[in-house]
């Protein structure tokens, strides 16, 4: 059974950071595009990153380049987003997602085939 499950999340000030934990089990994650999503009720879910399963690649949205680092464990079959210098317009649900093919554009959610439960992040001081 396919499932992912976020962790990390958590209430931070402004300027500070988080990590946040994509754990997969029932499949190799490194055979799969992990992305990163985020959505804030009644809202488009939003592309914040992802990484390939080929070379590694990796894809950030204008809004989080320079800020936030993806980057995954095979060994720990895991995928982390470190994120820096948040701001309070990162406030969001906080989402994993994998798809096991190559797809046109990897910050779209509809691209993504299983996704986990989600985790909160609030940026407030």
């Known amino acids: 059974q396919v499932q992912l499950v976020e962790s990390g999340g958590g209430l931070v000030q402004p300027g500070g950071s988080l990590r946040l934990s994509c754990a997969a089990s029932?499949?190799?994650?490194?055979?799969?595009?992990i992305g990163w999503f985020r959505q804030a009720p009644g809202k488009e879910r939003e592309g914040v990153s992802s990484i390939s399963s080929s070379d590694g690649s990796t894809y950030y949205a204008d809004s989080v380049k320079g800020r936030f680092t993806i980057s995954r464990d095979n060994a720990k079959n895991t995928v982390y987003l470190q994120m820096n210098s948040l701001k309070p317009e990162d406030t969001d649900i906080y989402y994993c997602?994998?798809?096991?093919?190559?797809?046109?554009?990897?910050?779209?959610?509809?691209?993504?085939?299983?996704w986990g439960q989600g985790t909160q992040v609030t940026v407030s001081s």
């Open positions: 997602a994998s798809v096991y093919r190559l797809v046109d554009d990897v910050l779209a959610f509809y691209e993504y085939d299983y």
């Open positions: 029932g499949f190799t994650l490194d055979y799969y595009v």
